[in-house]
Protein backbone atom coordinates (compact mmCIF):
# COMPACT_ATOMS: atom_id res chain seq x y z
CA UNK A 1 0.00 0.00 0.00
CA UNK A 2 1.50 3.53 -1.35
CA UNK A 3 4.36 3.34 -3.09
CA UNK A 4 7.27 5.97 -2.50
CA UNK A 5 10.99 6.99 -4.31
CA UNK A 6 13.57 8.87 -3.49
CA UNK A 7 16.69 10.57 -5.33
CA UNK A 8 19.75 12.06 -5.23
CA UNK A 9 22.32 12.40 -6.94
CA UNK A 10 23.11 14.39 -10.84
CA UNK A 11 20.44 13.54 -12.80
CA UNK A 12 17.24 15.74 -12.94
CA UNK A 13 14.95 14.02 -10.14
CA UNK A 14 11.45 14.53 -11.92
CA UNK A 15 11.47 12.23 -14.74
CA UNK A 16 13.33 9.76 -12.67
CA UNK A 17 10.44 9.86 -9.74
CA UNK A 18 7.72 9.85 -12.07
CA UNK A 19 8.76 6.58 -13.53
CA UNK A 20 9.34 5.15 -10.39
CA UNK A 21 5.81 6.28 -9.34
CA UNK A 22 4.22 5.10 -12.66
CA UNK A 23 6.02 1.20 -11.93
CA UNK A 24 5.01 1.77 -7.91
CA UNK A 25 1.26 2.61 -8.97
CA UNK A 26 -0.26 -0.69 -8.74
CA UNK A 27 0.83 -0.56 -4.94
CA UNK A 28 -2.17 2.54 -4.31
CA UNK A 29 -3.67 5.09 -6.93
CA UNK A 30 -5.47 7.60 -4.68
CA UNK A 31 -3.24 10.22 -5.39
CA UNK A 32 -0.15 10.92 -5.91
CA UNK A 33 2.36 13.63 -5.51
CA UNK A 34 5.97 14.84 -5.82
CA UNK A 35 8.52 17.45 -4.34
CA UNK A 36 12.25 18.54 -5.86
CA UNK A 37 14.35 21.37 -4.50
CA UNK A 38 16.45 23.08 -6.64
CA UNK A 39 17.64 26.41 -4.21
CA UNK A 40 13.41 26.43 -3.94
CA UNK A 41 11.18 23.82 -2.88
CA UNK A 42 8.56 22.75 -5.16
CA UNK A 43 5.71 20.29 -4.38
CA UNK A 44 2.72 19.25 -6.87
CA UNK A 45 -0.06 16.64 -5.11
CA UNK A 46 -2.96 15.46 -6.78
CA UNK A 47 -6.02 13.06 -6.15
CA UNK A 48 -6.31 10.03 -8.65
CA UNK A 49 -3.42 8.48 -10.26
CA UNK A 50 0.70 9.75 -11.80
CA UNK A 51 -1.00 10.91 -14.64
CA UNK A 52 -2.82 13.27 -13.02
CA UNK A 53 -0.21 14.40 -11.05
CA UNK A 54 1.86 14.44 -14.91
CA UNK A 55 -1.15 16.82 -16.30
CA UNK A 56 -1.21 18.76 -13.07
CA UNK A 57 2.60 19.60 -13.59
CA UNK A 58 2.38 20.80 -17.15
CA UNK A 59 -0.21 23.08 -16.04
CA UNK A 60 3.26 24.79 -14.47
CA UNK A 61 6.73 24.40 -15.27
CA UNK A 62 8.40 20.83 -14.53
CA UNK A 63 10.41 21.13 -11.41
CA UNK A 64 13.72 21.13 -11.28
CA UNK A 65 16.66 19.83 -9.18
CA UNK A 66 18.52 16.72 -8.78
CA UNK A 67 16.96 15.52 -5.11
CA UNK A 68 12.95 14.71 -4.55
CA UNK A 69 11.14 12.65 -3.45
CA UNK A 70 7.86 11.09 -5.07
CA UNK A 71 4.40 8.50 -3.66
CA UNK A 72 1.07 6.97 -4.83
CA UNK A 73 -1.45 6.73 -2.34
CA UNK A 74 -3.78 3.93 -0.84
CA UNK A 75 -5.62 6.25 1.40
CA UNK A 76 -5.80 5.03 5.12
CA UNK A 77 -6.05 8.09 6.89
CA UNK A 78 -7.88 10.83 5.61
CA UNK A 79 -9.73 10.74 1.96
CA UNK A 80 -8.28 10.47 -1.24
CA UNK A 81 -7.76 14.06 -1.94
CA UNK A 82 -5.29 16.96 -2.92
CA UNK A 83 -4.33 17.99 0.79
CA UNK A 84 -4.57 14.39 2.00
CA UNK A 85 -1.84 13.28 -0.54
CA UNK A 86 1.87 13.13 -0.30
CA UNK A 87 4.60 14.37 0.02
CA UNK A 88 3.51 16.09 3.63
CA UNK A 89 5.20 19.32 5.13
CA UNK A 90 6.59 20.65 8.33
CA UNK A 91 5.15 24.05 9.91
CA UNK A 92 7.94 26.31 8.35
CA UNK A 93 7.82 24.23 5.46
CA UNK A 94 11.30 23.38 5.45
CA UNK A 95 10.73 19.71 5.86
CA UNK A 96 9.14 17.15 3.28
CA UNK A 97 7.97 13.63 4.24
CA UNK A 98 6.36 10.68 2.18
CA UNK A 99 5.15 7.64 4.03
CA UNK A 100 3.85 4.25 3.50
CA UNK A 101 2.25 2.99 6.62
CA UNK A 102 0.07 3.23 9.45
CA UNK A 103 0.96 5.95 12.42
CA UNK A 104 -1.21 3.96 14.82
CA UNK A 105 -0.31 6.96 17.90
CA UNK A 106 -1.12 9.81 15.23
CA UNK A 107 -3.51 11.25 17.67
CA UNK A 108 -1.93 11.11 20.80
CA UNK A 109 1.28 12.66 19.21
CA UNK A 110 -1.34 15.34 17.61
CA UNK A 111 -2.70 16.44 20.44
CA UNK A 112 0.91 16.83 22.28
CA UNK A 113 2.36 18.74 18.84
CA UNK A 114 -0.96 20.94 19.06
CA UNK A 115 -0.09 22.49 22.67
CA UNK A 116 2.99 23.12 21.46
CA UNK A 117 1.65 25.13 18.64
CA UNK A 118 1.78 23.05 15.82
CA UNK A 119 -1.00 23.69 13.29
CA UNK A 120 -2.14 20.73 10.62
CA UNK A 121 -3.81 20.77 7.57
CA UNK A 122 -4.35 17.49 6.55
CA UNK A 123 -6.20 14.60 8.13
CA UNK A 124 -3.34 12.46 7.58
CA UNK A 125 -1.00 10.22 10.31
CA UNK A 126 1.67 11.40 7.93
CA UNK A 127 1.53 14.78 8.13
CA UNK A 128 1.58 14.19 12.43
CA UNK A 129 5.29 12.51 11.71
CA UNK A 130 7.10 15.13 9.57
CA UNK A 131 5.59 18.00 12.23
CA UNK A 132 7.14 15.74 14.91
CA UNK A 133 10.74 15.27 13.46
CA UNK A 134 10.48 19.36 12.93
CA UNK A 135 9.52 19.42 16.35
CA UNK A 136 12.97 17.00 17.46
CA UNK A 137 14.76 18.95 15.13
CA UNK A 138 13.55 22.25 17.23
CA UNK A 139 14.10 20.76 20.54
CA UNK A 140 17.35 19.17 19.98
CA UNK A 141 19.39 20.76 17.04
CA UNK A 142 19.99 17.77 15.99
CA UNK A 143 20.71 17.06 11.99
CA UNK A 144 18.33 15.78 10.11
CA UNK A 145 19.19 11.92 10.14
CA UNK A 146 18.90 12.38 14.05
CA UNK A 147 16.14 14.47 14.60
CA UNK A 148 14.28 11.37 12.04
CA UNK A 149 15.63 8.69 14.76
CA UNK A 150 15.07 10.43 17.93
CA UNK A 151 11.39 11.23 16.83
CA UNK A 152 10.48 7.55 15.45
CA UNK A 153 11.50 6.53 19.01
CA UNK A 154 7.84 7.89 19.72
CA UNK A 155 5.82 6.44 17.01
CA UNK A 156 4.13 3.10 16.81
CA UNK A 157 3.17 1.74 14.09
CA UNK A 158 4.35 0.64 11.05
CA UNK A 159 6.65 3.52 8.71
CA UNK A 160 8.48 3.46 5.45
CA UNK A 161 9.14 7.26 4.81
CA UNK A 162 11.51 9.35 3.23
CA UNK A 163 12.75 13.00 4.04
CA UNK A 164 13.63 15.55 2.72
CA UNK A 165 15.43 18.79 4.52
CA UNK A 166 15.63 21.76 2.12
CA UNK A 167 18.33 23.51 5.01
CA UNK A 168 20.69 20.04 3.51
CA UNK A 169 19.58 19.38 0.41
CA UNK A 170 22.21 17.22 -0.63
CA UNK A 171 20.97 14.06 1.22
CA UNK A 172 17.84 12.14 1.80
CA UNK A 173 16.90 10.25 4.97
CA UNK A 174 14.73 7.11 5.31
CA UNK A 175 13.40 4.52 7.38
CA UNK A 176 11.56 1.88 8.18
CA UNK A 177 9.25 -0.56 10.16
CA UNK A 178 7.18 -3.27 8.66
CA UNK A 179 6.65 -1.31 5.12
CA UNK A 180 9.52 -2.32 2.80
CA UNK A 181 11.86 0.16 1.35
CA UNK A 182 15.10 -0.74 -0.61
CA UNK A 183 18.48 1.30 -1.31
CA UNK A 184 20.02 1.57 -4.97
CA UNK A 185 23.55 2.23 -5.23
CA UNK A 186 24.67 3.96 -7.79
CA UNK A 187 27.62 6.10 -9.17
CA UNK A 188 26.98 8.67 -7.10
CA UNK A 189 23.65 8.46 -6.87
CA UNK A 190 21.06 6.97 -4.68
CA UNK A 191 17.86 6.04 -4.80
CA UNK A 192 15.50 4.85 -2.50
CA UNK A 193 11.71 2.90 -3.06
CA UNK A 194 9.01 0.98 -1.52
CA UNK A 195 10.45 -2.63 -4.05
CA UNK A 196 13.24 -2.63 -6.30
CA UNK A 197 10.94 -1.74 -10.16
CA UNK A 198 12.04 1.80 -10.09
CA UNK A 199 15.68 1.06 -9.26
CA UNK A 200 16.92 -1.69 -11.79
CA UNK A 201 17.19 0.31 -14.65
CA UNK A 202 19.71 2.23 -12.91
CA UNK A 203 21.27 0.06 -10.67
CA UNK A 204 21.07 -3.97 -9.50
CA UNK A 205 22.97 -2.88 -6.67
CA UNK A 206 20.60 -2.82 -3.40
CA UNK A 207 20.21 -2.93 0.29
CA UNK A 208 16.90 -3.95 1.81
CA UNK A 209 16.08 -1.75 4.79
CA UNK A 210 15.21 -4.00 7.98
CA UNK A 211 12.87 -3.07 10.40
CA UNK A 212 13.72 0.00 12.55
CA UNK A 213 16.44 1.09 10.59
CA UNK A 214 17.52 4.08 9.55
CA UNK A 215 19.53 5.08 6.20
CA UNK A 216 20.98 8.84 4.72
CA UNK A 217 22.26 9.39 1.22
CA UNK A 218 24.22 11.81 -0.07
CA UNK A 219 24.74 13.57 -2.60
CA UNK A 220 28.90 12.78 -1.95
CA UNK A 221 28.27 8.85 -2.54
CA UNK A 222 28.72 8.18 1.26
CA UNK A 223 25.79 6.39 3.15
CA UNK A 224 24.95 4.86 6.28
CA UNK A 225 22.31 3.13 8.15
CA UNK A 226 22.02 2.82 11.71
CA UNK A 227 19.65 1.40 13.80
CA UNK A 228 16.67 3.15 16.01
CA UNK A 229 19.27 2.94 18.91
CA UNK A 230 21.67 4.62 17.40
CA UNK A 231 24.54 1.90 16.36
CA UNK A 232 26.06 1.78 12.92
CA UNK A 233 24.72 -1.53 10.93
CA UNK A 234 27.14 -2.96 8.06
CA UNK A 235 24.79 -2.86 5.32
CA UNK A 236 24.21 -5.98 2.93
CA UNK A 237 24.66 -5.43 -0.16
CA UNK A 238 23.00 -7.49 -2.84
CA UNK A 239 23.05 -7.72 -6.59
CA UNK A 240 19.64 -7.94 -8.24
CA UNK A 241 19.14 -10.34 -10.96
CA UNK A 242 15.82 -8.06 -12.97
CA UNK A 243 15.29 -6.43 -15.85
CA UNK A 244 13.78 -4.11 -16.84
CA UNK A 245 11.67 -6.22 -19.84
CA UNK A 246 10.18 -7.97 -17.11
CA UNK A 247 8.17 -4.16 -15.91
CA UNK A 248 6.67 -4.08 -19.45
CA UNK A 249 3.03 -5.14 -20.48
CA UNK A 250 4.52 -5.75 -24.12
CA UNK A 251 1.81 -6.71 -26.40
CA UNK A 252 -0.61 -6.97 -24.00
CA UNK A 253 -3.63 -4.42 -23.05
CA UNK A 254 -3.04 -5.07 -19.54
CA UNK A 255 -0.68 -6.27 -17.16
CA UNK A 256 -3.30 -9.21 -15.94
CA UNK A 257 -3.79 -10.29 -19.17
CA UNK A 258 -0.10 -10.72 -19.73
CA UNK A 259 0.43 -11.97 -16.25
CA UNK A 260 -1.82 -14.47 -17.23
CA UNK A 261 -0.18 -15.53 -20.92
CA UNK A 262 3.16 -15.59 -19.10
CA UNK A 263 2.28 -19.07 -16.95
CA UNK A 264 3.32 -21.58 -19.54
CA UNK A 265 6.80 -20.26 -18.56
CA UNK A 266 6.38 -19.20 -15.03
CA UNK A 267 4.75 -22.90 -14.00
CA UNK A 268 8.34 -23.74 -15.85
CA UNK A 269 10.44 -22.01 -14.55
CA UNK A 270 8.96 -22.74 -11.03
CA UNK A 271 10.12 -26.70 -12.00
CA UNK A 272 13.86 -25.32 -13.45
CA UNK A 273 16.35 -27.84 -11.68
CA UNK A 274 13.16 -29.00 -9.03
CA UNK A 275 11.12 -31.64 -11.47
CA UNK A 276 13.49 -34.35 -13.47
CA UNK A 277 10.92 -35.96 -15.67
CA UNK A 278 13.78 -37.73 -17.73
CA UNK A 279 15.43 -39.41 -14.33
CA UNK A 280 12.40 -39.17 -12.44
CA UNK A 281 12.85 -37.13 -9.58
CA UNK A 282 11.50 -34.05 -7.34
CA UNK A 283 13.84 -31.88 -5.22
CA UNK A 284 13.34 -28.80 -3.36
CA UNK A 285 16.54 -27.54 -1.95
CA UNK A 286 14.75 -25.04 0.34
CA UNK A 287 13.62 -28.17 2.68
CA UNK A 288 17.17 -29.95 2.51
CA UNK A 289 18.63 -27.94 5.42
CA UNK A 290 15.78 -28.54 7.51
CA UNK A 291 14.53 -32.45 5.78
CA UNK A 292 14.44 -33.64 9.41
CA UNK A 293 12.47 -31.52 10.99
CA UNK A 294 10.16 -31.22 7.77
CA UNK A 295 9.57 -34.49 6.99
CA UNK A 296 8.62 -35.43 10.81
CA UNK A 297 6.39 -32.36 11.33
CA UNK A 298 3.22 -33.21 13.10
CA UNK A 299 1.47 -30.54 11.53
CA UNK A 300 1.76 -27.65 8.93
CA UNK A 301 0.03 -24.72 9.41
CA UNK A 302 -0.25 -22.35 6.25
CA UNK A 303 -0.45 -18.61 7.12
CA UNK A 304 -1.56 -16.39 3.97
CA UNK A 305 -4.26 -14.06 2.73
CA UNK A 306 -6.44 -13.57 -0.27
CA UNK A 307 -5.49 -15.66 -3.33
CA UNK A 308 -2.44 -17.06 -1.36
CA UNK A 309 -4.91 -18.68 0.87
CA UNK A 310 -6.10 -20.07 -2.09
CA UNK A 311 -3.09 -21.70 -3.24
CA UNK A 312 -2.91 -22.74 0.90
CA UNK A 313 -6.23 -24.65 0.49
CA UNK A 314 -4.79 -26.61 -2.39
CA UNK A 315 -1.79 -27.17 -0.49
CA UNK A 316 -3.37 -28.52 2.19
CA UNK A 317 -4.64 -31.25 0.00
CA UNK A 318 -2.28 -32.42 -1.94
CA UNK A 319 0.29 -32.21 1.63
CA UNK A 320 -2.31 -34.65 3.25
CA UNK A 321 -2.91 -36.76 0.33
CA UNK A 322 0.43 -37.07 -0.62
CA UNK A 323 2.81 -36.82 2.47
CA UNK A 324 -0.09 -37.49 4.75
CA UNK A 325 1.12 -34.41 7.28
CA UNK A 326 -1.83 -33.01 8.75
CA UNK A 327 -2.12 -29.26 7.43
CA UNK A 328 -4.06 -26.63 8.77
CA UNK A 329 -4.92 -23.73 6.59
CA UNK A 330 -5.51 -20.14 8.18
CA UNK A 331 -5.91 -16.89 7.59
CA UNK A 332 -2.89 -15.11 8.57
CA UNK A 333 -4.87 -11.94 9.94
CA UNK A 334 -7.01 -14.52 11.91
CA UNK A 335 -3.82 -16.71 13.03
CA UNK A 336 -2.12 -13.47 14.83
CA UNK A 337 -5.35 -12.51 16.78
CA UNK A 338 -6.26 -15.62 18.52
CA UNK A 339 -4.15 -16.86 20.27
CA UNK A 340 -3.59 -20.39 18.33
CA UNK A 341 -1.94 -23.35 19.67
CA UNK A 342 1.30 -23.54 17.41
CA UNK A 343 4.13 -26.04 18.75
CA UNK A 344 7.75 -26.16 18.10
CA UNK A 345 7.32 -29.19 16.13
CA UNK A 346 4.99 -27.52 13.85
CA UNK A 347 5.97 -25.92 10.24
CA UNK A 348 4.32 -23.28 9.50
CA UNK A 349 4.44 -22.54 5.68
CA UNK A 350 3.54 -18.52 4.28
CA UNK A 351 2.76 -18.01 1.44
CA UNK A 352 3.21 -14.62 -0.49
CA UNK A 353 3.20 -13.24 -3.75
CA UNK A 354 4.26 -9.82 -2.58
CA UNK A 355 6.12 -10.95 0.61
CA UNK A 356 4.86 -8.05 2.25
CA UNK A 357 1.55 -8.57 3.40
CA UNK A 358 1.64 -7.21 6.74
CA UNK A 359 -1.30 -9.69 8.29
CA UNK A 360 0.86 -12.85 7.37
CA UNK A 361 4.57 -11.14 8.48
CA UNK A 362 3.05 -10.66 11.78
CA UNK A 363 1.28 -14.05 11.96
CA UNK A 364 4.92 -15.39 11.48
CA UNK A 365 6.29 -13.06 13.87
CA UNK A 366 4.04 -14.78 16.11
CA UNK A 367 4.67 -18.50 15.52
CA UNK A 368 8.50 -18.19 15.33
CA UNK A 369 7.61 -16.60 18.92
CA UNK A 370 6.39 -20.35 19.72
CA UNK A 371 9.03 -21.96 18.31
CA UNK A 372 7.56 -23.54 15.25
CA UNK A 373 9.79 -23.57 12.12
CA UNK A 374 9.40 -20.83 9.49
CA UNK A 375 8.84 -21.90 6.23
CA UNK A 376 8.48 -19.03 2.77
CA UNK A 377 6.78 -19.65 -0.43
CA UNK A 378 7.39 -16.14 -1.76
CA UNK A 379 7.43 -14.37 -4.94
CA UNK A 380 9.60 -10.65 -4.21
CA UNK A 381 13.19 -12.15 -3.87
CA UNK A 382 14.62 -10.17 -0.63
CA UNK A 383 10.98 -9.40 0.21
CA UNK A 384 10.62 -9.33 4.28
CA UNK A 385 8.81 -12.82 4.40
CA UNK A 386 11.53 -14.04 2.69
CA UNK A 387 14.00 -12.77 4.75
CA UNK A 388 12.11 -13.64 8.52
CA UNK A 389 12.11 -17.22 7.29
CA UNK A 390 14.27 -20.23 8.52
CA UNK A 391 13.87 -22.01 4.95
CA UNK A 392 12.10 -21.11 1.99
CA UNK A 393 11.52 -21.34 -1.72
CA UNK A 394 10.68 -18.60 -4.15
CA UNK A 395 8.82 -19.49 -6.75
CA UNK A 396 10.35 -17.33 -9.41
CA UNK A 397 6.89 -16.16 -11.37
CA UNK A 398 8.86 -12.39 -12.39
CA UNK A 399 6.80 -8.94 -11.11
CA UNK A 400 3.34 -9.58 -10.81
CA UNK A 401 1.91 -5.95 -11.05
CA UNK A 402 -1.78 -6.75 -12.03
CA UNK A 403 -3.62 -6.48 -8.64
CA UNK A 404 -5.18 -9.78 -9.68
CA UNK A 405 -2.74 -12.41 -8.82
CA UNK A 406 -2.68 -14.82 -11.18
CA UNK A 407 1.00 -16.17 -12.17
CA UNK A 408 1.79 -16.02 -8.47
CA UNK A 409 -1.39 -18.53 -7.89
CA UNK A 410 -0.04 -21.12 -10.45
CA UNK A 411 3.76 -20.84 -9.18
CA UNK A 412 2.62 -21.33 -5.28
CA UNK A 413 0.85 -24.33 -6.27
CA UNK A 414 3.32 -25.93 -8.56
CA UNK A 415 5.87 -25.17 -5.34
CA UNK A 416 3.22 -26.84 -3.03
CA UNK A 417 3.25 -29.84 -5.53
CA UNK A 418 6.44 -30.44 -5.67
CA UNK A 419 7.21 -29.64 -1.92
CA UNK A 420 4.03 -32.76 -1.28
CA UNK A 421 5.54 -35.28 -3.55
CA UNK A 422 9.33 -34.43 -2.11
CA UNK A 423 7.95 -35.03 1.49
CA UNK A 424 5.64 -38.10 -0.13
CA UNK A 425 8.91 -39.67 -1.55
CA UNK A 426 11.11 -38.89 2.00
CA UNK A 427 7.92 -40.32 4.00
CA UNK A 428 7.20 -43.19 1.80
CA UNK A 429 3.70 -42.30 1.57
CA UNK A 430 3.51 -41.93 -2.20
CA UNK A 431 4.07 -45.28 -4.17
CA UNK A 432 6.49 -44.77 -6.38
CA UNK A 433 5.30 -45.47 -9.40
CA UNK A 434 2.34 -42.65 -9.09
CA UNK A 435 5.70 -40.48 -7.67
CA UNK A 436 7.11 -41.00 -11.33
CA UNK A 437 3.40 -40.72 -12.89
CA UNK A 438 3.07 -37.31 -11.40
CA UNK A 439 6.77 -36.18 -12.26
CA UNK A 440 5.76 -37.05 -15.69
CA UNK A 441 2.61 -35.67 -15.28
CA UNK A 442 3.86 -32.22 -14.03
CA UNK A 443 6.27 -31.86 -16.55
CA UNK A 444 3.82 -32.02 -19.18
CA UNK A 445 1.37 -29.56 -17.10
CA UNK A 446 3.01 -25.96 -19.02
CA UNK A 447 2.36 -27.52 -22.23
CA UNK A 448 -1.25 -28.12 -21.54
CA UNK A 449 -1.48 -24.71 -19.93
CA UNK A 450 -0.76 -23.57 -22.75
CA UNK A 451 -3.41 -25.39 -24.78
CA UNK A 452 -6.05 -24.27 -22.02
CA UNK A 453 -4.63 -20.37 -23.20
CA UNK A 454 -5.27 -21.43 -26.70
CA UNK A 455 -9.50 -21.40 -25.75
CA UNK A 456 -9.38 -18.17 -25.39
CA UNK A 457 -11.69 -16.95 -27.81
CA UNK A 458 -14.57 -19.35 -26.89
CA UNK A 459 -13.95 -17.60 -23.34
CA UNK A 460 -14.09 -14.58 -24.21
CA UNK A 461 -17.53 -15.36 -26.09
CA UNK A 462 -19.29 -17.08 -22.84
CA UNK A 463 -17.66 -13.43 -20.94
CA UNK A 464 -19.80 -11.62 -23.39
CA UNK A 465 -22.92 -13.97 -22.59
CA UNK A 466 -22.92 -13.54 -19.14
CA UNK A 467 -21.10 -9.80 -18.49
CA UNK A 468 -24.30 -8.18 -17.17
CA UNK A 469 -24.82 -10.41 -13.96
CA UNK A 470 -24.89 -9.17 -11.20
CA UNK A 471 -24.27 -12.56 -9.39
CA UNK A 472 -22.38 -15.54 -9.83
CA UNK A 473 -22.16 -19.14 -7.95
CA UNK A 474 -18.69 -20.77 -8.48
CA UNK A 475 -18.68 -24.59 -7.66
CA UNK A 476 -16.13 -27.22 -7.29
CA UNK A 477 -15.09 -30.54 -5.27
CA UNK A 478 -11.70 -32.01 -4.23
CA UNK A 479 -8.74 -29.87 -5.64
CA UNK A 480 -11.75 -27.43 -8.06
CA UNK A 481 -12.80 -26.25 -4.77
CA UNK A 482 -10.20 -24.17 -4.25
CA UNK A 483 -10.20 -22.98 -7.17
CA UNK A 484 -13.83 -22.12 -7.33
CA UNK A 485 -13.11 -19.55 -4.80
CA UNK A 486 -10.32 -18.68 -6.19
CA UNK A 487 -12.52 -17.78 -9.69
CA UNK A 488 -15.23 -16.08 -7.52
CA UNK A 489 -12.32 -13.66 -6.17
CA UNK A 490 -10.68 -12.91 -9.72
CA UNK A 491 -14.15 -11.90 -10.71
CA UNK A 492 -15.07 -9.68 -7.93
CA UNK A 493 -11.97 -7.91 -7.44
CA UNK A 494 -11.75 -6.74 -11.15
CA UNK A 495 -15.26 -6.83 -12.44
CA UNK A 496 -16.96 -5.80 -9.34
CA UNK A 497 -19.42 -8.75 -9.83
CA UNK A 498 -20.92 -10.36 -6.62
CA UNK A 499 -19.64 -14.23 -6.65
CA UNK A 500 -19.48 -16.61 -4.23
CA UNK A 501 -17.19 -19.89 -4.48
CA UNK A 502 -18.52 -22.92 -2.58
CA UNK A 503 -17.87 -26.65 -2.41
CA UNK A 504 -20.30 -28.08 -5.28
CA UNK A 505 -21.62 -30.49 -2.40
CA UNK A 506 -22.89 -27.20 -0.42
CA UNK A 507 -24.75 -25.11 -2.38
CA UNK A 508 -27.87 -27.34 -1.35
CA UNK A 509 -27.13 -26.24 2.46
CA UNK A 510 -27.96 -22.80 1.20
CA UNK A 511 -27.01 -21.05 -1.91
CA UNK A 512 -29.14 -22.91 -4.16
CA UNK A 513 -31.82 -20.74 -2.78
CA UNK A 514 -30.03 -17.85 -4.90
CA UNK A 515 -30.29 -19.71 -8.12
CA UNK A 516 -32.45 -18.37 -10.80
CA UNK A 517 -32.44 -17.42 -14.89
CA UNK A 518 -30.20 -15.06 -14.03
CA UNK A 519 -27.33 -16.35 -11.97
CA UNK A 520 -24.34 -17.78 -13.65
CA UNK A 521 -23.14 -21.07 -12.08
CA UNK A 522 -19.80 -21.27 -13.06
CA UNK A 523 -18.92 -25.52 -12.28
CA UNK A 524 -15.04 -26.83 -12.07
CA UNK A 525 -16.21 -30.29 -13.04
CA UNK A 526 -13.16 -32.21 -14.19
CA UNK A 527 -13.24 -34.49 -11.22
CA UNK A 528 -12.45 -38.09 -11.80
CA UNK A 529 -13.46 -39.09 -8.17
CA UNK A 530 -17.06 -38.25 -7.32
CA UNK A 531 -17.85 -37.24 -11.17
CA UNK A 532 -21.51 -38.75 -11.05
CA UNK A 533 -22.13 -36.52 -7.39
CA UNK A 534 -20.84 -32.93 -9.56
CA UNK A 535 -22.98 -34.10 -12.69
CA UNK A 536 -25.90 -34.81 -10.39
CA UNK A 537 -24.87 -30.99 -8.90
CA UNK A 538 -25.16 -29.23 -12.04
CA UNK A 539 -28.58 -31.11 -12.69
CA UNK A 540 -29.81 -29.23 -9.54
CA UNK A 541 -28.57 -26.04 -10.85
CA UNK A 542 -30.01 -26.79 -14.88
CA UNK A 543 -33.31 -27.89 -12.59
CA UNK A 544 -33.59 -24.30 -11.04
CA UNK A 545 -33.08 -23.02 -14.36
CA UNK A 546 -29.32 -21.39 -13.87
CA UNK A 547 -27.12 -20.92 -16.26
CA UNK A 548 -23.79 -23.39 -16.25
CA UNK A 549 -20.42 -22.62 -17.49
CA UNK A 550 -18.82 -25.71 -16.80
CA UNK A 551 -15.22 -26.61 -17.10
CA UNK A 552 -14.78 -29.79 -17.98
CA UNK A 553 -12.04 -32.65 -19.35
CA UNK A 554 -11.26 -32.72 -22.86
CA UNK A 555 -14.00 -35.26 -24.38
CA UNK A 556 -16.68 -34.84 -21.68
CA UNK A 557 -19.85 -35.58 -23.41
CA UNK A 558 -21.93 -36.10 -20.41
CA UNK A 559 -21.67 -32.80 -18.86
CA UNK A 560 -21.51 -31.18 -22.44
CA UNK A 561 -25.10 -32.40 -22.95
CA UNK A 562 -26.49 -30.38 -19.69
CA UNK A 563 -24.47 -27.24 -19.20
CA UNK A 564 -25.20 -24.28 -20.95
CA UNK A 565 -21.67 -23.68 -22.15
CA UNK A 566 -18.70 -25.92 -21.30
CA UNK A 567 -14.84 -25.01 -21.50
CA UNK A 568 -12.72 -27.94 -22.36
CA UNK A 569 -8.89 -28.49 -20.23
CA UNK A 570 -6.57 -31.49 -21.08
CA UNK A 571 -7.15 -34.54 -19.19
CA UNK A 572 -4.56 -34.15 -16.12
CA UNK A 573 -4.08 -35.99 -12.74
CA UNK A 574 -6.35 -35.04 -10.26
CA UNK A 575 -3.85 -32.62 -7.68
CA UNK A 576 -2.44 -31.64 -11.08
CA UNK A 577 -5.79 -30.08 -12.05
CA UNK A 578 -6.15 -26.85 -10.89
CA UNK A 579 -2.86 -25.75 -12.38
CA UNK A 580 -4.90 -26.05 -15.55
CA UNK A 581 -8.54 -25.39 -13.87
CA UNK A 582 -8.00 -21.96 -12.75
CA UNK A 583 -6.99 -20.49 -15.81
CA UNK A 584 -10.29 -20.28 -17.73
CA UNK A 585 -11.17 -19.08 -14.46
CA UNK A 586 -8.84 -16.06 -14.94
CA UNK A 587 -9.91 -15.36 -18.50
CA UNK A 588 -13.33 -15.16 -17.78
CA UNK A 589 -12.91 -12.62 -15.31
CA UNK A 590 -10.43 -11.00 -17.59
CA UNK A 591 -12.59 -10.67 -20.49
CA UNK A 592 -15.83 -9.71 -17.96
CA UNK A 593 -13.68 -7.03 -16.63
CA UNK A 594 -12.60 -5.60 -20.10
CA UNK A 595 -16.09 -5.79 -21.52
CA UNK A 596 -17.53 -3.87 -18.38
CA UNK A 597 -15.05 -1.57 -18.92
CA UNK A 598 -13.26 -1.94 -15.74
CA UNK A 599 -9.80 -1.10 -14.65
CA UNK A 600 -8.74 -4.59 -14.71
CA UNK A 601 -5.17 -3.86 -13.81
CA UNK A 602 -5.99 -1.29 -10.76
CA UNK A 603 -9.68 -2.45 -9.37
CA UNK A 604 -10.78 0.27 -7.31
CA UNK A 605 -10.20 0.66 -3.63
CA UNK A 606 -7.42 -2.08 -3.79
CA UNK A 607 -3.72 -2.53 -3.75
CA UNK A 608 -0.89 -4.82 -4.66
CA UNK A 609 0.61 -5.48 -1.41
CA UNK A 610 -1.13 -4.96 1.48
CA UNK A 611 1.05 -3.53 4.05
CA UNK A 612 -1.37 -2.40 6.46
CA UNK A 613 -3.69 -4.73 8.78
O1 LIG B 1 1.28 -10.70 -1.67
P1 LIG B 1 0.38 -11.71 -1.04
O2 LIG B 1 0.32 -12.98 -1.80
O3 LIG B 1 0.68 -11.93 0.41
O4 LIG B 1 -1.06 -11.04 -1.11
C1 LIG B 1 -2.18 -11.65 -0.55
C2 LIG B 1 -3.45 -11.01 -1.06
O5 LIG B 1 -3.49 -9.65 -0.72
C3 LIG B 1 -3.60 -11.15 -2.58
O6 LIG B 1 -3.55 -12.47 -2.98
C4 LIG B 1 -4.94 -10.54 -3.04
O7 LIG B 1 -6.00 -11.28 -2.55
C5 LIG B 1 -4.98 -10.43 -4.56
N1 LIG B 1 -5.51 -9.17 -4.95
C6 LIG B 1 -5.83 -11.47 -5.19
O8 LIG B 1 -5.87 -11.36 -6.57
Request: some cysteine.
Amino acid sequence: MCGIVGYVGTKDAYPLIIKGLQLLEYRGYDSAGIATYNGKLRVFKKKGKVKDLINLVKESSVPEGTIGIGHTRWATHGLPNDINAHPHLSGDGKLVLIHNGIIENYNVLKEALKKEGHEFISETDTEVLVHLIEETQKRTGLPIEEAVRVALTKVVGAYAIIVMDTDEPDKLVAARKGSPLVLGIGEDEFFIASDPTPIIEHTQKVVFLNDEEIAVVQRSGDFQIKDIDNRIQTPFIQELDMKIAELGKGDFDYYMQKEIYEQPKTIEDCMRGRVNAHEGWVMLSGIKEFSERISKAKRFIVAACGTSWHAGLIGEYLIEELARIPVEVEYASELRYRNPIINSDDVVIALSQSGETADTLAALGLAKEKGALIYGVVNAVGSSIARMTDAGSYIHAGPEIGVASTKAFTGQVTLLTIMAMCLGYERGTIPRSYYLQLIEELANIPSKVARVLENSKKIEYIAGEIKEATNALYLGRGYNFPVALEGALKLKEISYIHAEGYPAAEMKHGPIALIDENMPVIVIATNKSAYEKIVSNIQEVKARKGVVIAVVTEGDKIISDIADYTIEIPDTDEPLTPLLSVIPLQLLSYYIAVMRGCNVDQPRNLAKSVTVE
